[in-house]
């Protein structure tokens, strides 16, 4: 039995998680891990601000699929993570925080940089700990990281009180984890699976309407194949992007709010809706009791809560939707009523019906002279990188414009917050995700507002190899807000100008990094193009017409098919 | 719909907030709520009373369970269950309506725990529309103070 500080077995059991990078910002009740850490290999990755520890280790886990780790001080150093630790719990991210604490004698003792920010965190984690005792140090964040990353993921916050941490412990041995309280189920039932498939058979408008989970379940293999053995047209929420190719002829893109035309109207004339991993949020649903009234509804879901909390279900499938597809696959495979000859067949008018609604309206702009077009942009960095790169984004017109006219063809190549919309998100996460992956492209497609959300996280990028490319589609305007103030508060403008904005070819320069500018449509290309050929961290300033607006567009509370278009 | 839910949960600090501000950050509603060690000291046993349609409690049920901390949850109101509640009443009781409250308790099997000159405290036990019988007729005599414990509920064993 070794004897170890309490710093160095956290250390020890973050190894043994094969933990390899965290992300955090130091301070007095951290010091004995921080100086534990010199000691190992992990890559520690010096942040600016600790919200962008924590998107960065949540951009980290989505590019990867593994656990993002962040490490926080007490107190301020906890609370700026909160917002970000919120942002990975409403997209289902595995991260796993560990703050530290003032010592257990101080606990509730109002001390220096103290906050109870387990009671602070309980509603935005999966599920959080105090370490109270030497002893717990260990299981706690071996049960943190289990928590995190099984069933539904989600971010486990692990308090660390100062004297714990300096404490001398016996290092435990590894375990598997069980847990009484918690075992989440992988595997569908059976005859739900026959009940799914049966209802697929006899369905002539089926559509696939896919989120998040099956890119958290990497089931995108075994959605592609059932979407094309059953031949139907898939739609995907923001964060399903990616789960389906964009570019396969069946993808109708992203449904919702600002959806494609087809991808809203195939859902309102559907007879059947395959739900995989999606959760009938209010963004995608419009006006509830319009939502795909023809439809009977398939939901697979990992987390029961999810079923039948927005929308009553017919057949819900409680499981891993890796595993439930496998199985729906499997049985289409085995059945004698089934063929998929007959079944593409059958479908094929509707898939033309489909069709001719993405002919009739595309996703588009109106090209005016030179002036940039945001749009035009992503559609450029799209063709440039060949669909290859990986796209973050910030919160408002960039997020939609990115995800309307990038066509991700891969999952976990669009780190983007949905659930919550946090502006700030996509630096930091981009941080993450480029030093999980030095090798990719990773491209933040931001707005003038957001981007100065998170900003200082240049440093961070310059500091640590991480020469990410920043598009900043600059309007000079928060512009989502004023895009909603147009069109229903008779063009009042209230706080959206951005009088003041930085020059960010000069703040780029002013951080090492390279400042590019594009005035008209022709200097577009060249820029993203000479961006994507330095090795630097750059920063594209592309100064787009300043009342573009993100079409189309369903009112909040209205139909999806009552959509504004373009 | 009154729905009585049966909750065991981890006793650890913390886990009972996490069961409340489940409730009040999810906008559920809570009628009573009476928490206490089960026979294994490790587990707790709380006893919820709630409200609401079908949809909701289904939410409320499966959204309890989803905590970490909570080991099982049934709505013991689907079956056949008993169900208590205690109330300590501290009713006025003058010389003229002394031997009146004695009776009355006497009736609902109640007990006098305090006495004073003024007033007796009385201890009742019983299902909630017990509770309330017993408070609408001492009510008119004049009820000083008066300290719930909130329902706790049994599900009845399987009779065969």
Known sequence: MTKMTGAQAIIKCLKEENVSIMFGFPGGAVIDLYDALLDTDIKHVLVRHEQGAVHAADGYARATGEVGVALLTSGPGATNGVTAIATAYAD???????????????????????????????????????????????????????????????????????????????????????????????????????????????????????????ILSNANKELTELAEKIHAPVTMTLMGLGGFPGTNPLSLGMLGMHGSYAANMAVAKSDLLVAVGARFDDRVTGRLDAFAPHADIIHIDIDPTSISKNVKVDIPIVADCKAALESMNAWFDKSADFDSKASAEKHQPWVDEVAEWQKKHPLTYHQKGDIIKPQYVV??????????????????????????????????????????????????????????????????????????????????????????????????????????????????????????????????????????????????????????ATDNLVIMDFVIDREEGVFPMVPAGKATTEMLLV | MKHTLSVLLLNKPGALSRVTGLFSGRGFNIESLSVAETLDPKVSCLTLVTRGQETI???????????????????ISEGEFVEREMVLIRVKAESHTRAEVLRIIDIFRGKVVDVSPTSYAVEITGPESKIKAVIDILRPIGIKEIIRTGTIAMARAPKK
């Open chain 1, 92 to 214: 289902s991210i595995p991260v796993v925080i560990l703050t530290g604490q003032v010592p257990r004698a101080l606990i509730g003792n109002d001390a220096f940089q103290e906050v109870d920010i387990v009671g602070i965190t309980r509603p935005c984690t999966k599920h959080n700990y105090l370490v109270n005792d030497p002893k717990d140090l260990v299981p706690t964040i071996r049960e943190a990281f289990y928590i995190a990353s099984t069933g539904r993921p989600g971010p486990v916050l692990v308090d660390l009180p100062k004297d714990v941490v300096a404490s001398t412990i016996t290092y435990p041995e590894k375990k598997k984890i069980k847990m009484q309280t918690y075992q989440p189920n992988y595997a569908p039932h059976p005859g739900q699976v026959e009940k799914a498939c049966k209802a697929i058979l006899k369905a002539k408008r089926p559509v696939l309407y896919v989120g998040g989970g099956v």
């Open chain 2, 57 to 75: 409690i289904e939410q409320i049920t499966k959204q309890l369970h989803k905590l970490i901390d909570v080991i099982k949850v049934t709505d």
């Open chain 1, 379 to 532: 559609e450029m960095i799209n063709e440039l990188t060949g669909g290859d790169a990986i796209i973050t984004t910030e919160v408002g017109q960039n997020q939609m414009w990115a995800a309307q006219f990038y066509k991700f063809n891969k999952p976990r190549h669009l780190l983007t917050s949905g659930g919550l919309g946090t502006m700030g998100y996509g630096l930091p996460a981009a941080i993450g995700a480029k030093m999980a992956f030095p090798d990719a492209t990773v491209i933040d497609i931001a707005g003038d507002g957001s981007i100065q959300m998170n900003i200082q996280e240049l440093a961070t990028a310059k500091q640590w190899g991480a020469p990410v490319k920043i598009a900043i589609l600059n309007n000079n305007y928060l512009g989502m807000v004023r895009q909603w103030q147009e069109l229903f508060y008779n063009r009042r403008y209230s706080a959206t100008p951005m009088e003041i904005t930085p020059d960010f070819v000069e703040l780029a320069k002013a951080y090492g990094a390279v400042g590019l500018r594009a005035r008209t449509r022709d200097e577009v290309v060249p820029v993203i193009k000479e961006a994507l």
